[in-house]
């Protein structure tokens, strides 16, 4: 599965004392050994793959900003090192015979589906804790973060390792969130995101690398594998939903559902071909999170005749109080825009 996203608002957690330090802590120190971009670009020693990704990284954040009209910051701007693959990895919890989510309360947030740690030992605590309450439990690495806090967010640096499209998807998107954010609708945040950073990011290599260019062709096959990917959580999604709602005792949902969950895995195999590891409901509701009703943000970007500022300049404008704040509501002028 992709890596996962995160809003970082676990930093502002009202949560117990000793996350809030460990969350603290991690964060200043993920800062702290940040270096700027354009620094690091001047150091004679840095060796020339990573310095033209460095430079993949400036260029991607120039374009986002002037031709894509996303709001100018410095997030991004600098590369931190860390210790593992990922920056911070992150806990979702579902029931297990219903699609329902375990939820946070974060201030400035609201309610969020997952929680973040900066040890996978931690996160890994926290699943135990959560398995214990007889919830299906995801554990997800996390590459990037975009926090509303006055301080820049860097870029960790094996996101260096990255082919071009996914650095260039992963940037985008981050960036996306400082720009489009509505509190409470956390499914629709990363869905909005998601479209932006994947087209915007098409849009970046066909206009540094070219339209045939094998970079491009790269990042529309990941973009395939991951449609693939999409279409089976969503089969697998309303299959085990129908499933459920059905009435069952609980012993029999959880029976009928394994073969179910068992097949799907083998299915992903063959379509990605790698195993996605064990799948449960909060694994689907996680991958859900981030792919839902793309096509709605991708027609509208159509109907604008997809020219970045106007399509980001609708997103921004359906952040409205009144009835307009309602998800629905939303996505339905996502389908009525002219």
Known sequence: MRVLPLLAAFLLSACSPVYVVKSASGHLGFLSRARRVDKLLKDPEIDPKTREKLELVAAV????????????????????????????????????????????????????????????KDAAAEAGRLERKGLDVFVGGVSAYNTPLPFADPLAHTQLELPPGQLAELIIHELAHGTVFF????????????????AGAVDFLD??????????????????????????????????????KAGLPRDEALSKRAPILASGR????????YDPGELNNASIMAHRIYRRDLHLFREAHERLGR???????????????????????????????P
């Open 207 to 244: 206009r540094r690398f070219g339209p045939d260019s094998a970079e491009l062709a790269a990042f529309r096959e990941s973009m395939a594998r991951e449609q693939r990917h999409a279409s089976e959580m969503e089969r697998l999604y309303f299959e085990l939903d129908g499933l459920y």
């Open 307 to 337: 020219e970045w500022k106007a399509t980001i300049g609708f997103f921004r404008s359906l952040d409205r109080r009144g009835p307009g704040s309602d998800l629905e509501a939303r996505l339905e002028k996502l389908r009525a825009v």
């Open 61 to 120: 954040r120039g374009f986002s900003f002037k031709e894509m009209g996303l709001k100018p910051n410095k997030d991004y701007s600098r590369v931190s090192r860390i210790k593992g693959p990922y920056v911070t990895y992150t806990v979702m919890a579902s029931d297990k015979t219903a699609f329902r989510s375990h939820e946070w309360w974060f201030p400035f947030v609201g309610r969020v589906p997952y929680k973040g740690h900066f040890s996978m």
């Open 266 to 273: 083998e299915k992903l195999k063959a379509a990605l071909g």
């Open 183 to 198: 509190k409470g609708h956390i499914g629709f945040d990363e869905a909005l995101a998601s479209f932006v950073g994947e």
